[in-house]
């Protein structure tokens, strides 16, 4: 259960990355949220039930063509 006021989403929500950090690694490149979500430099994340997130960077969206 989270402590935090207001609850950091859950997992599976699309907001999941605004979890407080728990454990920080910086030197290996990832961190550890409340939501036990690991997210990685490269912006990539593991989720509590193993599933993993390809990183994901904005500049990652294809442009429309006009």
Do not use: K, Y
Not at 5 to 14: F, G, L, V, Y
Not at 37 to 58: C, K, M, Q, S, Y
């Amino acid at each position: 259960m989270c402590p935090h006021t207001p609850p950091c989403p859950d997992a599976s929500a699309p907001d999941r990355e605004a979890a407080h950090t728990v454990v920080s690694h910086p030197e290996q490149g990832w961190s550890l949220l409340c939501n036990g979500v690991v997210i990685f430099e490269d912006t990539g994340e593991l989720l509590p039930n193993g599933v993993t997130i390809a990183p994901h960077r904005p500049t990652d969206h294809a442009t429309r063509a006009a």
